[in-house]
Nanobody, 121 residues
Framework: VQLQASGGGLVQAGGSLRLSCAAS????????MGWFRQAPGKEREFVAA????????YYTDFVKGRFTISRDNAKNTVYLQMNSLKPEDTAVYYC???????????????WGQGTLVTVSS
């Protein structure tokens, strides 16, 4: 499987971006999709996850109310809508796919290449 993340860029604080992650190489299986991020000098951290049907979502506390994860299974794509961005959201954002527990734990073998989000103050 290949995961291709896109949509990053430079935005001012308070602005919005939408990240996309397209899966290819095999059938977009009935797996959970998730987003992680890694800021300079810090470890990669969990951001959000969404189940196959989209009925279950899970967010880390620091993005609740600001970020929304969604997916379009017909397009084999997962999205991360990021609103009210803060300078501390600056990081490389990675998408991942696997079972729910594996995604949330960050233990999947399937990762996208990352897309850089920079939020200026």
């Amino acid at each position: 499987v290949q995961l291709q993340a896109s949509g990053g860029g430079l935005v001012q604080a308070g602005g919005s971006l939408r990240l996309s992650c397209a899966a290819s190489g095999r059938t977009f299986s009935r797996n959970t999709m998730g987003w992680f991020r890694q800021a300079p000098g810090k470890e990669r951290e969990f951001v959000a996850a969404i189940s196959w049907t989209g009925s279950s979502t899970y967010y880390t506390d620091f993005v609740k109310g600001r970020f929304t994860i969604s997916r379009d299974n017909a397009k084999n794509t997962v999205y991360l809508q990021m609103n009210s961005l803060k300078p501390e959201d600056t990081a490389v954002y990675y998408c991942t796919e696997d079972s729910w527990s594996t995604v949330v734990a960050g233990r999947s073998n399937y990762w996208g290449q990352g897309t850089l989000v920079t939020v200026s103050s």
